[in-house]
């Protein structure tokens, strides 16, 4: 169960492990961190006693956690999910996450430090659009795979690209030897209309805000240079304590780069995957007639 933030995954996946006496496994890469809560939209308590859900909460931001990690600790978890009820659920939307556990990913090469090092006084010298620009000369089609206003994600699959003298497509491209041979894996979305998926984004983005996310961002302030905190909703919101921007302004620009985020994944999940996308009104009357 992949696709867009805000398109509702968490709650048809529930409804569909329920009708599938089965788990869920978290696929997104900040729902795994045990400090960050509102700003990452993790499943409410209620939804948690419904399913038992694994990989949410289980590392502290301190902690080093990729993709790769993340796929070996839960392996056996889904392989004896497969074997006991005949099925599991992967929810979240970080599609590179999906294809760890999956397909798995190319062993990622050690990077040359003098490269890494010239690279980060690039970006001190000239900024991120310079290295932005860099990467789509070695990669035209990063921007499907890689946040462009996030410096270290530019800055490392720069490193990737020059390393390994390959495309980001082809660094993470599939492996012909998938962890679970013999199973069938079906790649589900909820489609919405643009304009109403954003409509929704604007709306959690609000909703986040009168739930306590000021007073979240806040608490970890000492935190902030911390890799695990550079993302959407928590960065802009570090800039307006800095005194740098308005709150009115860190709120605008966290919906406009949710929004940006999400068009990101649509593109990962319909270029990578062989993605279904159901639409939203659709759901109730797929989730009727599911069999595996």
Request: glycine share 6%; with cysteine.
């Amino acid at each position: 169960m992949g696709g867009p933030t805000a398109s509702g995954k968490t709650a048809v996946a529930i409804e569909l492990a329920l009708k599938l006496n089965t788990e869920i496994i978290n696929v997104d890469s900040r729902q795994v961190y045990k400090e960050l809560h509102i700003g990452v939209a993790k499943p409410s308590e209620e939804e948690l006693l419904k399913v038992t859900h694994h990989g949410v909460s289980s590392v502290g931001i301190h902690e080093h956690y990729n993709a790769g990690m993340h796929a070996e600790h839960f392996e056996s978890t889904i392989q004896n999910l497969l074997s006991a009820n005949g099925s599991a659920i992967l929810c979240g939307g970080t599609g590179l996450y999906i294809e760890a556990i999956i397909n798995g990913l190319d062993d990622m090469p050690e990077i040359d430090p003098d490269l890494r090092s010239e690279i980060l006084d690039e970006f001190v010298a000239h900024g991120l659009d310079r290295l932005v620009q860099v990467l789509h000369q070695l990669d035209p089609n990063a921007g499907t795979l890689v946040a462009l206003d996030n410096p270290q994600r530019v800055m490392r699959a720069i490193e990737l690209c020059i390393q390994t003298q390959k495309t980001l497509s082809e660094i993470y491209s599939q492996k012909p030897n998938p962890r679970f041979p013999g199973a069938h894996v079906i790649y589900l979305g909820i489609e919405y209309e643009r304009e109403k998926l954003y409509q929704r984004i604007n709306q959690r983005v609000d909703k986040m805000i009168a739930d306590g996310l000021m007073a979240e961002v806040e608490s970890l302030l000492p935190h902030q240079s911390l890799k695990s905190l550079q993302t959407v909703g928590y960065s802009e919101l570090f800039k307006h304590f800095a005194g740098e921007v308005s709150k009115t302004e860190a709120i605008d620009s966290i919906k406009q780069h949710t929004r940006n985020y999400a068009k990101r994944q649509i593109t990962y999940f319909t270029n990578r995957f062989p993605t279904r996308w159901i639409a939203a009104t659709e759901w109730p009357k797929y989730l009727r007639n599911f069999e595996l």
